[in-house]
């Protein structure tokens, strides 16, 4: 909240630190809208004074003299713009100045360089809050420079006209005014509602190739669909009260120039002529009903741009903190996971898999988790990656909540993995460019002899003929190439004997970043150097040796007390 009135303490900034900008804004409005003063006398003038009074010459000067002042008044525009431009661009320097420094500042919380990504998103915000500023001002000051003059204009061409169209004109004002909020509200929500389809939608594009191979056409249709739809439903509900707008316009803009003809006769009588009548309603027509519809049409779509931008720049701006955070782990680690009181469900009735949870794991650690089948461990690595939202509680990773982090910053290799036709090459570098030779990712991971069977780094695979082993091996080499800093890995071994998975592990661990093993092997645990115990609401964490001192299931999964019948190496009875 505090963040979000910084932003807006930007704004207020903006439209008042230079007096003289202010000044000269004003000026050269004044110049810009002397047309709207003039128009309405000079047409009577030309009309009442030249051509109807047999003088064609005084008429055709009342229209050069118009014609002057519409040439001054596009040199005033000029000026204008020239004007809201220094006003909105020290605002952009500024928020820009703030979301790369919120950035950094993120990214030096997380231990990482800050991603140029992060930072391009941050600054579209900024260039969209700086545009939005713009459109707000130049609308806003547009309408009132123009109402002002065509008032004046109205009151020295014939004060009687005023309690004709003012009436009508402050109706339409006030109804605009009321109608603003729900406005807004429903504007802003299909602006979100329509960022969520492009979102969803080039997710879906983005991942055709893995949809296709894991065959989630179906998930992946439905949420593209939940999306349209709701953007459809969000669309429906603007479109009311769009309809609002209408009504606003007929009010204000156009019921005037009906009580303005409807008043002719009034008019006539107290010995208000016809060319006045025609000023009048050139005032009303070419001046005051431009400006209104551009105040209503422009204010509620610019008002509410830079609402939800300035919304998005303050999120980017400071540390994400909706909730008290817990202590950070002993030692002074910085935690680069950090999870506190999460809980999910599958359902809302459901009961939750994961409940208040609390987590911190460095920047560069190492970490096992370890509990029976079905406690909720794939589920956790789900939340941890950002692919499903805790019901409550927060994520965050490098300080970002996991659903917004940039995806090059993590990558989760699921049980069944995943390979697709094409070069071992392209399988492996599908994560971007790699950051070490692909010959070493090979050797690392333990797939350098299925490489060299397969022909090398650039020869065609076809996946089928792999085994589910082979497949893991790819997808462990793709995943070490990745530039990501938190790599997951659900039981993306478990196919692996126990040397290769400890030869991949291993690397893992050495590879820089952090590293979540779900594991499938209790020597996955001994390995690293934290392990989280899932046991259904009871979660306890610590070091092996501390675990199997303490927690009798753990003691048992390791083999120390192992029940009849379980193979003590395959904790997960499956
Ligand atoms: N998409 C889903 N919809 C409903 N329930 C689900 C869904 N996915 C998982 N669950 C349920 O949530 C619980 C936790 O599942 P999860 O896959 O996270 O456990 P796990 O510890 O990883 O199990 P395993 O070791 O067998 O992979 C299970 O009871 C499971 O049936």
Not at 108 to 113: D, E, K, L, N, V
Not at 293 to 302: D, I, K, Q, R
Not at 361 to 375: E, K, M, T, Y
Request: net charge positive; glycine share 10%.
């Amino acid at each position: 909240m505090a963040r979000r009135r910084g932003a807006r303490r930007e704004v207020v900034r903006a439209l008042t630190a230079d007096p003289r900008l202010l000044a000269r804004l004003a000026g050269w409005s004044v110049l810009e809208a002397a047309p709207a003063l003039l128009l309405g006398q000079a047409v009577a003038r030309a009309i009442g004074d030249g051509f109807a009074a047999g003088r064609p010459w005084t008429g055709a000067a009342w229209l050069a003299v118009l014609g002057a002042v519409w040439v001054a008044a596009a040199y005033g525009a000029r000026q204008v713009v020239l004007a809201v431009a220094a006003m909105v661009e020290p605002f952009r320097e500024r928020l820009t100045a703030r979301v790369v420094a919120g950035t950094i500042r993120s990214a030096a919380a997380a231990g990482r360089p800050p991603g140029s990504a992060a930072v391009a998103r941050s600054t579209l915000q900024v260039e969209l809050a700086r545009d939005a500023l713009a459109a707000v001002v130049m609308v806003v000051r547009g309408f009132l420079f123009t109402a002002v003059s065509v008032v004046a204009g109205l009151l020295a061409l014939e004060p009687r006209l005023l309690p004709v169209v003012l009436p009508p004109f402050a109706a339409g004002l006030a109804l605009f005014a009321l109608s603003l909020p729900a406005l807004a509200r429903r504007q802003r929500a299909y602006l979100l509602a329509d960022e969520r389809t492009a979102a969803a939608t080039g997710d879906v594009a983005a991942g055709l190739r893995d949809i296709t191979a894991c065959g989630a056409e179906d998930r992946a249709e439905a949420a593209a669909g939940r999306a349209v739809a709701a953007q459809a439903a969000a669309g429906r509900r603007l479109a009311r009260v769009t309809a609002l707008r209408t009504a606003v316009l007929a009010v204000g803009a156009w019921a005037p120039v009906l009580a303005l003809l409807a008043a002719v006769p009034w008019l006539r009588d107290h010995g208000v002529g016809p060319a006045v009548v025609v000023g009048a309603l050139a005032y009303l027509t070419q001046s005051l009903i431009p400006a209104f519809t551009g105040l209503v049409e422009g204010l509620g779509v610019s008002a509410v741009r830079l609402g939800v931008a300035l919304g998005r720049i303050a999120e980017t701006a400071g540390p994400v903190q909706r909730h008290a955070l817990p202590p950070i782990s002993a030692g002074g680690d910085v935690p680069h996971v950090l999870l506190h009181g999460v809980t999910y469900a599958y359902g809302p009735h459901a009961a939750p898999v994961v409940d208040g949870l609390d987590l911190t794991v460095p920047a560069g650690g190492h970490l096992a988790v370890v509990g029976p089948s079905g406690i909720g461990k794939s589920t956790l690595a789900a939340l941890i990656t950002g692919t499903r939202r805790p019901g409550a509680g927060l994520v965050l990773v490098g300080g970002v909540p996991a659903d917004r982090l940039d995806p090059a910053e993590r990558v989760l290799i699921p049980q069944e993995a995943y390979v697709f036709a094409g070069t071992l090459r392209a399988n492996l570098c599908y994560h971007g460019p790699p950051s070490v030779p692909v010959e070493e990712a090979l050797a690392a991971v333990g797939a350098d002899a299925l490489a060299d069977r397969l022909g090398g780094p650039d020869a065609e695979i076809d996946p089928r003929a792999l085994s589910a082993g082979e497949r893991q091996l790819v997808a462990l080499a793709r995943a070490y190439l990745s530039p990501a800093r938190l790599v997951v890995l659900d039981e993306a071994t478990c196919h692996l004997d126990p040397a290769a998975e400890a030869r991949a592990e291993e690397a893992f661990a050495r590879r820089p970043g952090t590293l979540i093993v779900i594991a499938h092997r209790i020597s996955s645990a001994r390995r690293a150097r934290a392990v989280l115990l899932m046991d259904g609401t009871d979660v306890r964490s610590g070091t092996h040796d501390a675990l199997v001192a303490t927690a009798p299931l753990y003691a048992d999964l390791a083999g120390h007390r192992p029940p009849p019948g379980r193979d003590p190496e395959r904790e997960h009875a499956r």
